[in-house]
């Protein structure tokens, strides 16, 4: 079982629906990243946190300690969101989930 | 100044050349990262530099050979490699390197070079 789950693997929607990505982990953390990589290029830094919630324009986080859960929530999702994002948790080193890979259709 | 470059962005090579991938920040980071990504695949850890020093090597081929000039830069040497060697190779950054949970410990990601071994 990988240490960090992600879910869904792919998910395709419209324009202007609120979005959701989950991420389960099964060791401990410091703090838990998500993370934005688009087709072909490098990985940006959305979030990263330790308790609670965070948000960021159309962008938020929220992490469960006690489940070992955190979900990524875009609300008015537009085609520009489209990319791949990764949830990675810190241990000794960042460990990486296998990526969401988002589709908004126009 | 707020973001990891990296030199070039692509690059093609042959199994006998000798080629060398290079990574900057002026963020005063003092730990800096070499990943390799697979498409479709998450980032593996390649190296990490703590102080200019190699703290980590996550037993990569010595084909892959690291270097840390100073506090700015990270150099990737490589030789002798494989078509299973093309990837994308990500260069990050973060103020320092530990378990924490604390800002010191967050990466910034460079934007990659794409690496083709023929």
């Known amino acids: 079982k990988n240490e960090v789950e992600q879910s869904p693997q792919n998910l395709t929607a419209q324009e202007g629906e609120f979005i959701t990505i989950n991420c389960s982990y099964s060791v401990g953390i410091s703090a838990l990243h998500w993370l934005q990589q688009h087709p072909g290029g490098g990985i940006v830094s959305l979030f990263m946190?330790?308790?609670g919630k965070k948000k960021h324009g159309r962008l938020i986080a929220t992490i469960n300690i006690q489940e070992k859960h955190s979900s990524l929530h875009i609300t008015a999702s537009h085609p520009r969101d489209s990319a791949v994002y990764i949830c990675a948790v810190r241990s000794s080193t960042l460990i990486f989930g296998k990526g969401t890979r988002l589709h908004i259709l126009p | 100044d707020t973001e990891v470059t990296q030199t070039p962005k692509h690059l093609v090579m042959g199994m006998t050349n000798k080629k060398s991938l290079k990574c900057e920040q002026h963020m005063g980071h003092r730990a800096m990262y070499w990943y390799k990504q697979k498409a479709k695949k998450p980032p593996e850890l390649m190296f990490v530099y703590s102080y200019e020093k190699l703290s980590i090597n996550e037993s990569v081929p010595s084909r892959f050979s690291p270097e840390c000039p100073n506090s700015s830069l990270l150099n990737l040497h490589l030789h002798a490699l494989q078509p299973e060697d093309s990837a994308l190779y990500l260069c990050?950054?973060?103020?320092?390197?530990?378990?924490?949970?604390?800002?010191?410990?967050?990466?910034?990601f460079g934007p990659g070079t794409r690496l083709t071994v023929l």
């Open positions: 946190l330790s308790s």
């Open positions: 990050a950054s973060s103020q320092a390197h530990g378990r924490g949970g604390g800002a010191y410990n967050e990466q910034f």
